[in-house]
C-alpha cells in the first residue's frame, strides 16, 4: 500500500528588520520550521527579506507579496506562514493577492497548544488564548470562520462551529475566564495545603525541547508523554521525588517557553506559570545541544523575571551533553551542572547534588528520640536530611542528626529533644 502525505504544504515568510542579527533571524526561521514541521504541516521552502522596516499593509514588500503569489501557484502550496504577528488589515491585504491560507506565527503556535492540551484547564487556557486572537481579526474573515475544517491554524474552538458574532466570542471569553477561574481557586487551595505541610517544591523550567519532560519523568518515574517537539507538554504534572537520603520532595514540569511567546498565551498560562512562583528551588533545563541555547537561555530568564521569580534559588542543569554542541560553553552565572537525562548515573548525581543545594537552605538539628517516637523518626527520613541514625542500648534512645527546613513544623517538634 502506498503511504499517502497528508501533511500541509506549507511556504514560510520572514522579514528581517536591522533590530535583528543574521545569526538570530536565521534561528528563528529554523524554528518557524520546527513548529510548522509539529503543527503536522510540510515546509516546502521559505522566502526572506531584508527591510527598514515590516510593510505597514503587507509585511512584505509589493514585490516581494508578487513573487510570494507565483510561488504558492507554482508550489500548489496550501498554507502560507509569516514569522511574525500580522495585523488585521495585514491578514486582510494579503489574503486578496495570495490563494492559499494565510496564518502567522501565533496562530501556528495557539493551534500547536490546541494539539497538545490534555486536561480541562489546558484546553480551555488555549481556547481563550484564540478567541482573544481572533476578536479584533474577525472584519474580513468572512466565511473561513463559520466552517472552519481541518489544517493548521484551524484547530480549537473552531471545531465546535465558531459564530463570526463578536457578543457570541465575548460571552465565551466571559465564560471561559469564569470556569478557569474555578480550577484556579482549587489549585490555590491544594498549593495553600502543600504549603501548610511545607513539601520542597522543585520546578523544572527551561525553552521548549530542551528535554525537562524526559528529566521529569527519569527522576520521578512518571509515564507521560515525551516526544522531540515543541511543546510535547502544557499541562503542570507534580510528582514526588525521592532524594538518595530518603528525603521527599515535589517536582513539577511546567509548559516550555519559547522567544516571541504570543502574549495572549503567556497571560492565558498565567495560573500555569503560578507554580513557578510557588517554587522553593528551580531547574532550569539548557539544551547544550542547540546552537542557538544561550539565546534560549535569555528568553527562560526574560520570563522569569516577568514572573517576580528572581528570589528562588536556581540550578542550570545543561542536558543533552552527549550530543553538546561543538561551540557550546556553560554561561549561567548560577551553580550548573552537565548531565544527560537518560544516563542513570547522571541523574543520580543530580539528585546528589539537589539534596546539596537543599541542605545549604536548611537548619542542622541533633536529638535523642524515645525508641517510642517511631512515628517521628519515619517522619525525620522523609521531611529531612537524616545523615545519621544510632540506637543507644543503655538509653533506649535514638540519637538522629540531619537538617531541616526552618519553617517546616518538624523543625518545632524537634525543639523538645534537642540534645
Known sequence: MEY??????????????????????????????????????????????????????????KGKVAEL???????????????????????????????????????????????RAQSKEGKLQVELAQLQYILPRLAGQGTSLSRLGAGIGTRGPGETKLETDRRHIRRRINDIKDQLSVIVHHRDRYRERRKKNKTFQIA???????????????????ESYEENQLFATLDPMTRKLIL???FTALITDTVGFIQDLPTTLIAAFRSTLEEVKEADLLLHVVDMSN?????????????????????IPQLTVYNKKDIKHPEFVPTANTPTMLICAFDHEDRQKLKERLEKVITEMMVPYEVQLPSTEGKLIAKLKSDTILRELVFL???????????????????????????
Open 291 to 311: 546552537p542557538d541555547y544561550f539565546q534560549h537561555e535569555i528568553t527562560v530568564h526574560k520570563l522569569l523575571s516577568d514572573l517576580e521569580t528572581k528570589d
Open 204 to 222: 523544572i523550567v527551561g525553552y521548549t525541547n530542551a528535554g525537562k519532560l524526559t528529566l521529569f519523568n527519569r527522576l520521578s518515574e512518571a
Open 244 to 246: 538518595p537520603s530518603g
Open 4 to 61: 499517502k502525505d497528508t501533511r500541509e504544504k506549507a511556504v514560510l515568510v520572514g522579514c528581517q528588520t536591522p533590530e535583528e542579527d543574521d545569526q538570530r533571524f536565521h534561528y528563528s526561521m529554523e524554528e518557524l520550521v520546527s513548529l510548522t514541521e509539529t503543527a503536522q504541516g510540510k515546509v516546502l521552502t521559505s522566502l526572506v527579506q531584508k527591510r527598514e522596516r515590516i510593510h505597514p499593509a503587507t509585511y512584505i514588500g
Open 69 to 115: 503569489k507565483a510561488l504558492v501557484e507554482e508550489l500548489e502550496a496550501e498554507i502560507v506562514i509569516f514569522n511574525d504577528e500580522l495585523s488585521p488589515s495585514q491578514k486582510r491585504n494579503l489574503a486578496k493577492e495570495i490563494d492559499a491560507r494565510i496564518i502567522d506565527r501565533t496562530q501556528l503556535i495557539l493551534d500547536i497548544f490546541a494539539q
Open 393 to 419: 542500648e543503655g538509653e533506649q534512645v535514638y540519637r538522629c542528626k540531619g537538617f531541616s527546613l526552618p519553617d517546616h513544623q518538624i523543625t518545632g517538634q524537634l525543639r523538645e529533644f534537642k540534645v
